[in-house]
């Protein structure tokens, strides 16, 4: 890889000093999965400096408050998808990050990282959305958190500077009760780039009307997004088979709207009319997940 | 650019070295360390010919940048004889017939280890899980997730 200078560092704060007195460009490398790739492209990172943030204890790790899940930015996907608390409290967060690459990629590459590279592929994306996430962000000591949707602004392109340093990523905890899925559209099971996800999040009352729904798309528009007007279509509702047809509809037509026609909208749209239909019928059906 | 330190444990023996920070993992193994047995198959993290155990996990070594390997505890396919599983592993590859070029092979016995140091007797299911990163254009992967299976039956609770 072709760099101008590599620092690592062994703390946030000191990774915080490090950014304050390098001059010019920065690189912060996690896993380094992305990067890695990316620095083949000709001379990308020749006149930056790589400041190495892989394994710093305390990005590392995942514990809980009364209403979130704390995730440190630098845990693996790996960890993610085997960690009891994600699976009980975010499922679909885990579901997501084990579809990631393959074993060897999540072993290695971060949420963090993830969500600061930006791919409109990037399989925890959609996941994330329907959990409301939000991170949080050292920039050179300064503490801020904000929404996911707001850090990305399109593909590969996010909000931050190179001197932001997202140190967590924090979900809220799904409702007690509530099933979840993701659902992943590839062309084989490993290694593949998703063409499609589609992650959503129900709860319904013991009369078995709907008090929670979040459903989107990752892999079809530029950043994660949540659109009220879909989850606002079953709230109070006992969905009827009416009512999933026109939530798959009203989804289906968001990828032209947001996305515009391309060459792949007359393909993704039918899957995702087919496969909202098929989601929502199974957990409505009382399987629950997990 | 200037030489950084580096100290890991690599097959089980200290190593202290001094390497120029931009390169790889695999660079650093194959190159500077002379350990040819992990491969460079496509560099970009999708063959798995050169996983290699990082910390008790499989990883991708083209994806892994030099610094990343201090204090860490390294395995690689050098090091297979020196262990039970590794050892146990090699012969069912081979009784199996699981190599046939043999340019995958050292990439899927540092999966299979990764998972059998973790779980010894896994199912089916586990082991392709555990070796889908790895890609074998030979042998059509059953002979290869067989070996792992019957490595799994030998292997003591």
């Given amino acids: 890889m072709e760099f101008q200078s590599y ?11 490090a950014l304050k007195q390098i001059e010019g460009g920065v690189v912060l490398l996690a896993g380094g999965t992305d990067v890695l790739v990316k620095a083949r492209e000709g001379h990308r990172y020749a006149d930056k400096t ?8 305390e990005l590392c790790g995942i514990s809980e408050t009364e209403t979130e899940l704390v995730i440190g930015a630098g845990t693996t996907h790996a960890q993610i998808a085997g960690s009891p608390l994600v699976r009980w409290q975010a499922g679909v967060l885990a579901d997501a990050c084990r579809t990631v690459g393959s074993p060897q990629i999540r072993n290695h ?6 969500i600061a590279n930006a791919s ?11 959990l409301e996430a939000e991170i949080e962000v050292n920039h050179l000591g300064e503490i801020r958190r904000m929404p996911l949707e707001d850090a990305i602004e399109k593909p590969y392109r996010t909000t931050l500077g190179d001197r932001d340093l997202i140190t967590r990523v924090i979900v809220k905890k799904i409702p007690h009760g509530s099933r979840c899925n993701f659902y992943k559209l590839g062309r084989r099971n490993a290694l593949s780039i998703s063409r499609m996800t589609i992650a959503t999040l129900l709860n319904t009352d013991e009369a078995g009307k709907v008090t929670t729904f979040h459903m989107t798309m990752g892999a079809t528009f530029p950043k994660p997004m949540l659109f009220d007007d879909i989850d606002q279509m079953l709230i109070g509702k006992i969905p009827s088979e009416a009512d999933i047809d026109a939530v798959a509809e009203a989804l289906s037509n968001k990828i032209p709207q947001i996305a515009g026609i391309r060459p792949s909208t007359v393909y993704k749209q039918p899957v995702c009319r087919k496969m909202v239909k098929r989601i929502l019928t199974q957990m409505l059906g009382g399987n629950e997940h997990e | 650019m200037s030489k950084i330190p580096l100290n890991f444990r690599l097959n089980g023996k200290d190593v202290s070295i001094e390497v120029d920070p931009g390169r790889r993992m695999l660079d650093v193994l194959r190159e500077d360390l002379g350990l040819t047995g992990t491969k460079e198959g496509c560099a970009v993290g999708e063959c798995g010919a050169c996983t290699v155990v990082l910390n ?29 599983i590794g050892r146990i592993l090699q012969d069912c590859f081979v009784e199996g017939d699981a190599v046939q070029c043999g340019f995958c092979t050292p990439g899927f016995i540092m999966s299979a280890y990764a998972l059998l140091k973790k779980n010894p007797h896994p199912t089916r299911e586990q082991i392709r899980e555990a070796v889908a990163g790895n890609v074998c254009r030979c042998t059509g992967y059953v002979p290869i997730v067989s070996a792992i299976e019957k490595a799994g039956e030998k292997l003591p609770d």
């Fill in chain 1, 109 to 114: 590459a971060t949420i963090g990282g993830n």
């Fill in chain 1, 7 to 17: 620092k690592k560092v062994g703390s946030v704060e000191e990774c915080v000093s």
């Fill in chain 1, 50 to 57: 790589v400041v190495d943030i892989y394994g710093i204890p």
């Fill in chain 1, 120 to 130: 409109p592929a990037a399989d925890s994306l959609a996941a994330l959305a329907v």
């Fill in chain 2, 56 to 84: 008790g996990e499989a990883v991708a070594s083209c994806l892994v940048l030099a610094g990343q390997m201090d204090g860490a505890e390294i395995y690689t396919i050098e090091g297979m004889s020196e262990t039970q």
